[in-house]
Nanobody, 121 residues
Framework: QVQLVESGGGLVQPGGSLRLSCAAS????????MGWHRQAPGKERVLVAT???????NYSDSVKGRFTISRDNANNTVYLQMNSLKPDDTAVYFC???????????????WGQGTQVTVSS
């Protein structure tokens, strides 16, 4: 059974930092792209950042220069370092990983359960 387990959310003051982690477990053969999305109350889920298998990154304009996505392929983990946090960053953050389970197989998209990030004084 495949699981993506997120951690690192919480309450932080404006200007503060948090680091989110998302570890995949199960009988995984390989992982393609990884990413983070977020969903604020009453709004749609939107892309925050992605990272390819070879480390190329992409960020939404709203977080560029403040957030950094990285990955640890040996441990099937993706991270999101969030600095200079603003109240507008308040949302539930979801990780996403594209997983395959045998050689030559297509990739399937899996999601974490979500972790709450609240930026408030």
């Amino acid at each position: 059974q495949v699981q993506l387990v997120e951690s690192g959310g919480g309450l932080v003051q404006p200007g503060g930092s948090l680091r989110l982690s998302c570890a995949a477990s199960g009988n995984i053969f390989s992982i393609n792209a990884m990413g983070w999305h977020r969903q604020a109350p009453g709004k749609e889920r939107v892309l925050v950042a992605t990272i390819t298998r070879d480390g190329r990154t992409n960020y939404s304009d709203s977080v560029k220069g403040r957030f950094t996505i990285s990955r640890d392929n040996a441990n099937n983990t993706v991270y999101l370092q969030m600095n200079s946090l603003k109240p507008d960053d308040t949302a539930v953050y979801f990780c996403n990983q594209e997983l395959s389970f045998r050689s030559g197989s297509i990739y399937f998209s899996y999601w974490g359960q979500g972790t709450q990030v609240t930026v408030s004084s």
